[in-house]
DNA sequence: GGGCAAATTAGGGAAATTCCCTATTCTGCC
DNA sequence: GGCAGAATAGGGAATTTCCCTAATTTGCCC
């Protein structure tokens, strides 16, 4: 039986791709694609795939949260994160989330295959630049901990602070989390105040350097 | 008679750095330093400089729009322009703004010396990375023009633009820029039609891009 | 030089949003 | 069991935005 596997990518020729590199494989089979983080989500609870291959830096809910919340759902699926930037916090965070594997953007293709094999039968797969990250925050005292948006903030804070940052309203964050305004207020000024940051364009900026958006309108 | 140079950059170390570098030319003399643009557009009124050593991303006035200030007031000064990006936005802003020259900031000091000997004879200089972009900028078909901020926006909208970006409330602004709140919405409201931008995250990131402001909090 | 378009300034007033306080429910944890 | 923190949300005062209008200045084109 092959394994199945849902893709999540923001960009369409990633998604695209992948897709194509995969299905050249044998006993692999892309079941789904998504393009932002709740979709990931619905399409994990639908096909209950064996691997998601998740970008981590994804609009809507980043990949990192929307790993905790399959893995909590579901923790048969293997999550595989694939990202640009060899970024620590980012490293840490989608590890720290269950991901079984982390794989920068511009390996082969074979390291890729290797990192599906590889985790299948249970273990991590690490790309090579990422190890070193892992083992320096392994061996860090415990103590002078990672201060970074995924240890200050609740998981519904970064998902507000990121739908702020990528220039929601109050009222559309409200709509697209179903919740009410007075909830999304609330959370924006605990966030705020934890950030001790009073004006959204520092937050954007905060949230830039996060990595919880980028720099494109 | 030696070269009377004004300073003008946001970084402390940078300015302190030049400065004393400058000290062990013969014939030049580092009459003030600036940290941003208006302190910049003062100390030129006061002193009437010879050359202006002008950094092109500062915070609260730009190096371009604070160039272009001081020029108009006093042609005579010649301003070379320091940065670290070799963006041709800035590059092309730069040099329309009326700069006598373009260097890149990981130059060696012999570059700047020779800057400052080209200029003050009344000649042009640029960085050798600097001189394919005005080259390339000069054979591109008029038409299509840069499509900028600095093109796009009248002076006080950039402005206006760039302190919202730092995170500044309106009233901050006004006081500031020593003008009401109500005319600093006008500002706000006419550059976000022209941009076709209506919040202030996505705000922040177009001044990001255009390198009106950095991502540094 | 007359005039036109664009920039800069700013007020009035309705509408929307923020800010602060309070409160309930739920979940994880010692 | 209970406690801390997260998530939810309402009320109401205070502030800010948004849209309209308008005067003055400035540069520029014919």
Do not use: W
Request: glycine share 6%.
């Amino acid at each position: 039986m092959s394994i199945r596997i849902i893709i999540a990518d923001d960009h369409t020729i990633v998604r695209h791709g992948l897709t194509k590199l995969l299905q050249q494989e044998k006993d692999v089979e892309v079941v789904a694609q998504a393009q932002n983080g709740h979709a990931t989500l619905e399409l994990a609870r639908e096909l209950s795939p064996d691997v998601i291959v998740m970008d981590v830096g994804m609009p809507d809910l980043n990949g990192i949260d929307a790993t905790q919340q399959i893995l909590h759902e579901n923790p048969n699926i293997k999550v595989l994160a694939l990202s640009m930037h060899a970024g620590k916090k980012f490293v840490v965070a989608m590890l720290k989330a269950g991901a079984s594997g982390y794989l920068l953007k511009d390996c082969a293709l074979e390291e890729l295959t290797t990192a599906l094999q590889t985790i299948i039968y249970g273990r991590i797969y690490l790309s090579p630049a990422i190890t070193d990250i892992v083992v320096d925050s392994y061996v860090r005292q415990p103590g002078e901990a990672e201060q970074s948006a995924f240890s200050v903030l609740s998981q519904r804070e970064r998902e507000v602070l990121q739908l702020m940052a990528e220039g929601n309203t109050t009222k559309q964050i409200a709509l697209r989390l179903h919740i009410s305004p007075k909830t999304v207020e609330g959370h924006r000024l605990r966030l705020m105040s934890k950030l001790n940051i009073d004006n959204i364009a520092q937050l954007t900026k905060y949230a830039i350097q996060e990595g919880l958006t980028s720099a494109e309108l």
